[in-house]
Each structure stands twice: as C-alpha cells, then as structure tokens.
C-alpha cells in the first residue's frame, strides 16, 4: 500500500508542470471475467515526449 502511495505521489508532483505545462495523466480501469473467476485492473501513467511512466495494479 505504501509503494501505491509513493508511486501516485510521485505522478502528482510530475504532472503539476513546475518548470512548463503540465503534464495530463492517464488512467485506466477494467473488469475481466475468466475461468478462475472476476479480476480487476487501474492503471495510473505519464507520458511526455519520447518518456513514458506507468504503473498498474491488478
């Protein structure tokens, strides 16, 4: 739990835009439904020029 903190800490502080224009997150969610059952997924990400920074927890 505290790594998802940090890491979402982390893309604010990244998407304020201090030093030029801020930069839009993403955000992703899903439902998956499979033989073992229902899973789920978020994802948070970053992206600005040839950088892109991503994490997701299933």
């Excluded at 739990?1 to 997150?25: F, H, K, Y």
């Excluded at 499979?34 to 994802?43: L, P, R």
């Amino acid at each position: 739990m505290i790594r998802t903190i940090a890491v979402l800490s982390l893309l604010a502080l990244a998407a304020c835009g201090a030093d030029g224009e801020p930069v839009q997150p993403t955000m992703n969610a899903g439902i998956s439904l499979g033989t073992s059952g229902i899973g789920t997924h978020v994802g948070v990400g970053l992206r600005k020029g040839p950088l892109s920074v991503g994490y997701r927890v299933q």
